[in-house]
């Protein structure tokens, strides 16, 4: 079974990274193309143009000194910004090809975005040195540094909100409106080590207004910053075997969650091999799918939400003994603006 074997009939995207996707992410709004970028455990970022065809055409890639954890794309789609294990972040712009480093902490960049405020634009970085920066990219030195209380594991920003989800459990939150500010910390409702972080909006309004996160436990938990009523926010179980015959179920991480940009609805995709489309305010699953032969890692939507990423390679979640060098790593793409709509009841 090694080899492009989708069960769901998904679109392969062409030269796949050598190792397991760490991050995946689509070029913006202000770009005519879709381009589609993914940084690797192989120490590279690639980036790929997407044809309305769906046909993937590989433009080009860059090296980091390590490991990539994270990418994030400027905001005119010019550049992209490249976290990594060997503690820098690296700006690649893409006309030149060339890459200058533009950020720095004292340990592995766990995640990176990029900030566009009406009076600012500016790099955000968070660590496992247990700091938060921002960053002008113009300069070698943070514009400011915030402590945190443990190492970061996952954030998002959705202007002029940030969520950094710790190793302690607790999510910290932050307005960046004028001069990034820290709100509101929270403690998770999860149990277990938080693995993704995603902001979503709010449908009429369309400012962010809370987060999902997932964790190693085949949970996600959605919560609104400032709750109506406390029983907006709730849990939800995902990523688990249906159960055997003696009661014992195989619980698998959720290792990436995306809001759909138009629908609002969400994506989960899990250690499991599997990937799931929800609908949070209706609280049901919208759509499970056929489980691949080895987890998935990272999931995306394009900017319309017509294309649904999402990258399969080994997450080393069984240990080493499960490692099979022989299968391969892959990006998958599948259209999916009818599958995230929420149902009319």
Not at 28 to 35: D, E, N, R, Y
Not at 58 to 87: C, E, N, R, Y
Not at 306 to 314: C, E, N, V
Request: glycine share 6%; net charge neutral; aromatic share 12%.
């Amino acid at each position: 079974m090694f080899g492009g074997t989708n069960p769901n009939k998904d679109v392969e995207v062409a030269s796949p990274p050598d190792d397991t996707v760490s991050a995946l992410k689509f070029s913006p709004p202000s770009v005519p193309q879709t381009f589609l970028a993914a940084g690797s455990w192989d120490c590279q970022v690639r980036c790929w143009e997407v044809e309305a065809s769906g046909k993937t055409v590989p433009k080009a890639a860059q090296s980091m000194g390590g490991p990539v954890l994270d990418v994030a794309w400027h905001d005119d789609g010019s550049k992209i910004f490249m976290a990594s294990t060997d503690k820098s972040v690296k700006c690649w712009d893409l006309a030149s090809n060339a890459a200058v480093q533009v950020a720095a902490h004292d340990a592995p960049v766990k995640t990176c975005h990029w900030v566009k405020a009406p009076n600012y634009t500016c790099l955000m970085t968070a660590s496992w040195d247990k700091t938060l920066k921002f960053w002008d990219t113009r300069s070698s030195v943070p514009i400011m540094s915030l402590n945190l209380s443990e190492r970061c594991y996952c954030a998002d920003v959705d202007y002029p909100m940030a969520a950094v989800g710790l190793a302690d459990r607790s999510i910290c939150l932050y307005s960046l409106e004028g001069k990034p500010a820290e709100v509101k910390r929270v403690d998770s409702p999860l149990k277990y080590q938080h693995r993704c972080l995603a902001i979503f909006k709010d449908k009429k309004t369309k400012q962010p207004t809370g987060f999902a996160v997932g964790s190693v436990e085949g949970r996600v938990a959605i919560q609104y910053v400032n709750p109506a009523n406390p029983k907006d926010n709730f849990t939800f179980k995902c990523h688990r075997s249906s159960g055997t015959n003696n009661g014992y179920q195989d619980i698998y991480a959720v290792n990436d969650v995306a809001f759909h940009p138009v629908h609002g609805t969400l994506a989960t995709v899990g250690s499991d091999g599997s990937f799931s489309f929800w609908d949070k305010d209706a609280r049901t699953k919208l759509k499970s799918f056929e489980a691949l032969d080895q987890p998935l890692t990272k999931c995306a939507f394009n900017h319309t939400g017509q294309i649904f990423a999402y990258a399969m390679g080994y997450d080393w979640s069984k240990g080493h003994e499960s490692y099979n060098p022989s299968k391969k790593n892959f990006i998958y793409l599948r259209p999916s603006f009818d599958d995230l709509k929420p149902r009319t009841t």
